[in-house]
Structures are given as C-alpha cells and as structure tokens.
C-alpha cells in the first residue's frame, strides 16, 4: 500500500509515521518545502515532493491507494482534484485514527468530538477535565498538539487513554467518510476559512460530518442559538440533544440544568461569562449522555477549570481598567462573542482579510465606546463600527498592535475594559494568534511595569 501525504508540518509528519507503522510505503508533497522540511523528510526516510506540477500528480495518482492532506491543504487545492479525477481515497488523520481504532484487539474506545466556528478548545479542554475528574485517562487531540493518530497509541511506558476528546475542525472533517464519534457537539456557524472552502454551503457541509456517519444510540448535540445548526440536527441519524436558552440543557438561574435535573452551580466556576456558561452546558452534554461522566465530576471540573490562554484572557486590572486578551476571536463572530461578554469597552480589533463580513463583530457596539481598528482589515473594521462614532464615541485606526495599545490605554478610563479581539486572523503581522496575543500581553504589562497606567 502506497500512500500521498500532503503538507510535512506537525499533523503530516506523525501521519506519515502512523502510515509508516501500518507497512504503507509513504510519499510526501508540500508547497513550501523548507530547508527543515527536507530534513524531517530525509529522517522519515520517504520522498518529498516541491510543489508537484499536475502532470506529477496525476503520475502520483496512479501508485497511491490514499492520500492524507494536512489541515492547511483547502479543499480546492490541485492535490484534491488530482485525487478525485483518479478516483484515490481522501482522507484525514482523524479519519484515519477512526479506522485504526475499530481495528484494536481489545475494541474501540469512546470518541467524544467537538465542532463549531469558535468555542472548540475550550469546550474540548473541558469536557477533558471532567473526564479526568471523573477517574478516566483522556486526551485532548485532533487539532491540538496531540493529532488523533498519535493519542491512540500507547505511550513510551505502555499505557493507553480510556476515551478520546476530539476536537475537530472543518479541515478535518472534511475527509471523513466514516469517522463516528460516540457524542458530537457542534456549538456554533458562522462564516470562516472561506479561503480554505469553495464556499459557506461546502464549511457547512463539513462541520455537519461530525453526525453524519452516527447510529441511533449515538449522541448528536446542537445549540439553541444556531439556527443553522439545529437544521442540521434534523437530519442527523443520532439521538438529539439540544443546549442553550430553551434546550435540554440550559441555564437555571444560576444552575447549569440538563434532563436529569441539576448538575452545577455557575457560582462556583473560576469564570462564568455567557460563553462559559454555553461551553460548560455543551462539554456537561457531551459527558453525560455518553454516560462518561457524573455530575460530581462535572461540578469537580468546572470549580477548577481555567481556560486557556489568548481566550478572554485577563491580563491585569490596572487603574480600575481590566484588560483582556482574546486573540483567539478570529472571526466576527468570535468578536461579537466577547463584546457582549462586557460593557463600557475599549476595543482593538483587526488583522488579515479572511474575506468575511465583518458587520457581526459591531452587533452590540453600544458596549464599545472607542474602537482602535488595526492591520490590513483596520479600514474595515472602522467602517463596521460606524456607529460608536455616531454615538460621539472614537474610531480610529493605525497599522501597528503597538500604537493601537498606546492608544487604547490613553482612551480607557475607570470602569472600563480595554478588550483585543481581533475578529480577523493574525496572519498579516503575525506568525499565529497566539504570537499576537503573547505581543499584547507583553505590551500591556510593560506599561504596567513602567506606571504608565
């Protein structure tokens, strides 16, 4: 068996070491074929291909039984069509992990996966830690530092994880024709990576494979406040569950509420912002109808949680002015997300052009009172938050994080919140969000440091 790997970062090269395990003979392709790369490849001991013309491909075509593309190759990408015109099996790494774990001697373990435009890390995270607290050894993996291939092997010492947390992006779940996840939530829809999908139709279609391939005792969980995910729900072959405002599990005052009654206090949880509130409803969903988890171990978790880094991320609170890190907002939707989350806000938003309407992140603009808009989208941005301006409020922009967070930081008065989320990639000045966000939080702090504000 002969096999295509498309993309040598991260996630290509433990699927080419997962394939190389199974007896596949591999054969690599990239578009950016680095010094380093070649190296990885030579180590691999397997062939790397610079950009393949189609006449490569095509020739590729004929030897390959798969081809496994890496989460950045797009779906219009020529690789895909050579692929398709030979009639070769598409198919990702969770895929594949999916197809080996049905093949394990001692029988497959449960699969939890986590979809939606925003909110997939963290509600991944925690659906792992009331897993843990729970007594079971679990894993966050798909897109996160552990690709699903590598979590489903033994680790150096020999122990394997009782359950598997997936989280699963529309890259991925692209070419899964039979991935099946015991319990699937898809959170939210809004438009995003439409450089990556032909269009909004085809990014739906994909984050819907999250169901599609389920059974009728399998559990398929959907949010109230997506109407695009709820018709999808419809039509998905498993059993349905809803959370949210109205949904089976829901907010009760302040205690989070599913079928079977209460299952925690909000009044307990280290943060309890709306969208926490949603992501613990959707991780508590997911464990509990999978039978994985009880509520002791859920009110266990959500005591102790913390989430992760650049996500609303409290940075400081300096001079009665609270500042918060969420560079992770890629999209307006993201955005629109922590802005309802607050009032009385400064913001900075802005980046790379995903080719999205950028109207969404401006919903509530009567919590924001300035807007410092940067990077290649910061035009735009300042348009969409037109009326902060109307209202007598600030709307600026400038190219640079640097001036923006001077900026902000003279605009900010007591009480306020001064709020980066971007709503826009970070991909025009930075090499990943997270970079951003470590860029602010530094800035932020050295004017801290220097009793600037």
Same mark, same amino acid.
């Given at each position: ?78 690789? +895909? ?181 209460? +299952? %925690? ?35 266990? %978790? ?42 009385? +806000? ?40 037109? %009326? ?66």
């Amino acid at each position: 068996m002969r096999a295509l790997v498309y993309g040598l970062a991260v996630t290509g090269v433990s699927t080419v070491r997962a394939l190389q395990r199974r007896g596949y003979e591999v054969v690599a392709g990239d578009d950016v074929v680095t010094d380093e790369r070649r190296e990885t490849a030579t180590d691999l001991g397997i062939e790397l291909l610079d950009s393949p013309d189609d006449a490569t491909l095509a020739e590729l075509m004929a030897t390959c039984q798969l081809v496994s593309p890496a989460p950045g190759i797009p779906e219009t990408h020529r690789v +895909i069509a050579a692929a398709a015109a030979a009639g070769v099996e598409v198919v990702s790494e969770i895929e594949l992990a999916y197809r080996w774990e049905q093949q394990r001697p001692g029988g497959p373990r449960p699969m939890l996966a986590i979809t939606g435009t925003d909110g997939k890390t963290t509600t991944t995270l925690m659906t792992v830690e009331m897993l843990r607290a729970a007594g079971l050894s679990t894993i966050d993996a798909g897109n996160t530092d552990t690709p699903l291939v590598d979590a489903i092997e033994p680790d150096a010492d020999g122990h394997e994880h009782d359950a598997f947390v997936i989280e699963c992006t529309s890259f991925r779940l692209a070419w899964t024709p039979s991935f099946r996840p015991d319990a699937g939530v898809w959170l939210n829809l809004a438009p995003d990576h439409l450089n990556w999908h032909a269009s909004m139709e085809s990014y739906g279609d994909a984050k819907a494979r999250i169901w599609v391939n389920q059974r009728p005792d399998d559990v398929s969980i959907a949010f109230t406040g997506a109407p695009d995910v709820m018709s999808r729900l419809d039509r998905a072959p498993g059993r349905h569950l809803t959370f949210g405002a109205g949904g089976d599990y829901h907010l009760d005052g302040t205690t989070l509420t599913g079928p079977g009654g209460p +299952i %925690a206090d909000t009044t307990n949880m280290r943060r309890a912002l709306p969208h926490d509130v949603t992501n613990a409803l959707a991780a508590a969903a997911l464990v509990l109808e999978s039978g994985l988890a009880d509520t002791t171990a859920i009110e266990s %978790a959500l005591a102790t949680f913390v989430g992760p880094p650049h996500r609303l991320e409290h940075i400081g609170t300096w001079h009665d002015v609270a500042w918060f890190n969420d560079s992770k907002a890629t999209t307006p939707h993201a955005a629109a997300v922590a802005i309802r989350a607050f009032e009385n +806000i400064v913001l900075i938003a802005g980046g790379k052009d995903k080719f999205v309407d950028l109207a969404e992140m401006a919903v509530d603009a009567d919590r924001v009172n300035a807007v410092i808009a940067i990077g290649e989208t910061r035009n735009s941005v300042a348009s969409a938050f037109a %009326a902060v301006a109307a209202k007598g409020g600030t709307v600026e922009t400038t190219e640079f994080l640097t001036e923006a967070v001077e900026r902000a930081a003279e605009l900010a008065t007591a009480g306020d919140t001064l709020l980066l989320s971007p709503g826009c990639a970070s991909l025009d000045q930075y090499r990943s969000f997270e970079a951003r966000g470590d860029h602010f939080r530094t800035l932020a702090h050295a004017r801290h440091n220097e009793g600037d504000i």
